[in-house]
């Protein structure tokens, strides 16, 4: 397949400027053909106008429209064939095994939101029918359902190229929602975007629906990024990536005359607390599924534990010592980009000179900087220096860990009170532990979306009791999450019509129930017509 | 009564600082009696640590107790009994048959989160139970509902005191969902809201909760209300009232080192589209329910309509003078305070000096400035003027609405177009005008958050149909309603547990479903247990 290195506007590659830029190969640190072509404002403005006219026609099409589109968009990403998956091995250096299972979910994804649209009580249909003859007033006939916002702009991810990137769970929710989507390709892997984005094109085309429900930008974040958010007809945006790109996409939606959502990604350390009966009791196992954790993926998981709270003592000694010994034996692997791989080391340069904190370990084998390694690293501290360190409080993106150890459970509640917003938390115990731990359990349901228990964080299920959030500096807004069937309703907004005529009503809210939907009719949840 | 004239914090009346300020009755501009004492940011600190201690208690709270506290709340409110509606009169200057009809909104709002938190389906309560043989990886226990925020901050609302003021619908439904609350009281009816917040502190107390579950303070928007935004321990905030001081709350929260949500409800201009077919068959009626819709509490309603379009020609014009004529027959009435008065004079003078503007009919009866009275008024102007001056897109609060003529169909949907944000937007039109009006409602659908055919926007219904919102200016979030029972979504977030114990499970999300709750399992709606 030949990559043409351009944009893809409503279905039409363009030529776009003279400013290029290539992939770079964190394998074999080398560039990548062909080039890309960067756009600008106009082409932001025109890709935005043509997702508004697009919107009069996919914002209204029948919910098995925009499945067949979701679905048709998993079929045509599948009949990219291996070539996808060799671009996204050489731009990425993530393994073929990974891309492919990363495929498998995107491609789940994508049906699984068809599956919803096509179900379609997820638009919370509620009805309260007319009370003609209620005193002292009548009620109108009141029927509120949630619609598409229109134009949502969505960031690729480097992390995820196939997952959370041009076609990832956040395209599929907005689209599965009745939104266009305008992709803003991340820079290192523009030729899997280009494959991906061609493969949405040809579905959109395939269901006979307009070209500008979907156009995917190759550009700089720092411009056109900002132009995105900026644009008057952008209505939300979808990023996951570094707190301050985050923050900067967050800052100028709130900026706007109009301000605007942004449900963006940022950071997490994931903290991993470990009472002593499991330490006790599992101490072996907890050593090997931590260092699996921490290490998966290069350590470039969102979910990554990057913290791990133990109560101080023998047995919490040992269980560093034997860590640290399991996390040297953990080859170096190669980082998704240089830029991330030099983040990471200048991350460790900088826990290196908190005062307080210790290196306890890091990879026997040295890091290959040819193959933009990152090597899997253990640092300690206690947790009174934790508390003191602001440094200790930030994200390394990659394979290292923080352990902590407290003089005692109290302390470990007083830890967990004073973090910052997580995606997850997670807690090592056995039932007796658990049992004198329900404080700790509840001040980290404060401080992050998801507690796991006896688990490890990494691994996110795609299904509906999914919640990947949490709140600032986790995300944006603690009250959605980006993965997960619920991630559909960042994308919408509630529209109440009052005694409209049925003849201008939408199925969902026929008094017929044509489409069999869960509602809420005069406060009851039922399938039922109305009679 | 007596009135203490001081802020109420966790049950205790506070001295507080210095500055005092009195209520003005609008009623005959006079000062009313007790000074009020005014707090600062020590007092904010202290309402927001009691309310996070409180938090504690109060998140974690059964359902039945939730319920009970807002049925107390509304049981204290009607034992005020006609001390509260004399106080509210004085205060407001509005007459007491509405203070009553809304202090029975107020009581009915309080029971009917009751109702939504005993049934307890509105958490969304989802389980995706474990699959341990799942290929190629086993699917962890996931269990996910919505739980409360921590403290929130509501500002009561010059219009609605009781409605929309210290047990307002915002206090209900943040209590509802479980969040300790601290109102900013309104400095127009500080009496009302001393009386109110006793009634609130009375039931928190008789239903054994922690004091620190209400607090209700006197003092500045600009200073208390934006250290109330900004304190660390404030978790969302609630806010109705104008543009200028929703967007600095909005602002500020946005300014944070974590960034809450404010929902600020702000400005609207609820536009009417009456089409031909409606002016020629009912052209009477339209104007005795447009006169009153306009004027009805002197024109200050959030819903009021501020703009009417109609298609230019013999019949409109007609309309327009019967309209002016019924409008001269209105009487002024008294405003809710000087400020908002004066702020209606000034409106109506920035009007006058628009250029292609006509002022085409005001009340007979000359404004009383005694009685802080403002006067029924209407002006007019054409389609091409009303796109010209962006003086015309703003709100005037009071009874002023203008009349535009567009010469056709096309320029309504034109003009439909280039409005900003709404709460409302109406539609008057016969069958067949409907039938060929689709564009005009998919439009409109894009600018207002609830849309009426054949009706008039004021009069806004406290049910599970409703939806009070609308895209920015109207609100700061178009996705939630600040009225009906979906108000409570504003204040709750998902948390997700995974292979949490059945023993540390709420009971929302244990397999026996024994509160008989609608939950998604295995992403199928249903009240059954799992077996």
Redesign the interface.
């Known amino acids: 397949m030949t990559l043409h290195g351009k944009s893809l506007i409503a279905g039409q590659p363009l030529d776009g400027g003279a400013r290029l830029f290539h992939a770079i190969s964190p394998l074999a640190n080398e560039r990548l053909e062909p080039a890309f072509h960067e756009v600008g404002g106009a082409e932001v403005d025109r890709a935005l106008l043509l997702a508004e006219e697009a919107f ?1 026609v996919f914002g ?1 099409a029948a919910a098995e429209t925009r499945a067949a589109l979701l679905e048709t968009i998993a079929d045509e990403i599948l009949a990219l064939g291996e070539a996808l998956l060799q671009r996204a091995h050489v731009e990425t250096g993530l393994p073929l095994a990974r891309l492919t299972g990363e495929r498998g979910r995107t491609v789940g994804q994508l049906r699984l939101f068809a ?1 919803i649209v096509r179900e379609g ?1 997820w638009c919370d249909a ?3 029918p007319a009370l003609p003859d209620r005193q002292p ?1 009548p ?2 006939d ?3 359902m949630l ?1 598409p916002l ?1 134009p949502v702009v969505v960031f690729g991810s480097s992390n995820f190229p196939l997952a959370f990137s041009v076609a990832g769970g956040d395209t599929a929710s907005a689209l599965a929602a009745g939104n266009p989507v305008i992709v803003k390709a991340h820079r290192a892997h523009p030729g899997t975007s280009e494959m991906v984005a061609g493969a949405v094109a040809r579905a959109v085309a395939a269901c006979g629906l307009p070209g500008g429900v979907f156009s995917m930008l190759h550009g700089s974040g720092a411009e056109i990024g900002i132009a995105l958010v900026r644009h008057p007809l952008t209505r939300a945006a979808g990023f996951t990536g570094s707190r301050a790109a985050g923050r900067a996409l ?2 100028a939606a ?1 900026a706007r005359p ?2 605007i ?1 942004v449900f963006a990604e940022m950071s997490s350390l994931n903290p991993v607390f470990i009472l002593p009966g499991a330490l006790r009791e599992h101490g072996a196992q907890l050593i090997e599924g931590l260092k699996t954790s921490v290490t998966m993926g290069v350590g470039q998981f969102c979910t990554k534990p990057g913290l791990v709270f133990g109560i101080g003592g023998n047995s919490f000694e040992q269980f560093a010592e034997n860590f640290a010994a399991a996390m040297r034996t953990a080859a170096p692997g190669t980082m998704l980009t240089a830029g991330i791989c030099r983040a990471f080391h200048d991350g460790l340069e900088t826990m290196e000179r908190v005062p307080g904190v210790v290196a306890l370990a890091m990879s026997d084998t040295a890091p290959d900087a040819t193959q933009t390694h990152g090597e899997p690293v253990v640092f300690a501290t206690d947790a009174a220096n934790f508390l003191r360190q602001p440094a200790l409080h930030e994200e390394v993106f990659g394979p290292y860990t923080l352990l902590v150890d407290a003089p005692g459970f109290s302390e470990l509640v007083h830890l967990a009170r004073h973090l ?2 997580q995606l997850t938390a997670t807690i090592h115990g056995t ?1 007796d532990d ?2 004198n731990a ?1 404080e700790l ?2 001040v980290l ?2 401080k ?8 490890f964080p990494t ?1 996110v ?1 795609v ?5 990947h ?1 949490g ?3 986790a995300t ?4 959605f ?1 980006s993965v997960g ?2 991630a559909i309703q960042r994308f ?10 049925a ?2 009503l939408p199925p969902e809210l026929l008094d017929a129930n044509p489409r069999g939907l ?1 509602r ?1 009719v ?2 009851q ?1 039922t399938r039922a017509p109305i009679a």
């Open positions: 009069a209204r599956e009580s509620r009805i309260d007033l009620r109108p009141l029927r509120r619609t229109g967050f800052d709130n109009d301000p959502p910052e917003g039932a658990l049992a329900a359990l509840a349901q404060r992050a979306g998801r507690i796991v228990v006896n688990g691994g299920e299904s509906p009791a999914m919640h959030g709140p600032y500096p944006t807004d603690e009250r999450t069937t619920a919408a907004r509630p529209v109440c019509l009052q005694n409209v005529p003849s201008a869960m809420l005069n406060g949840l």
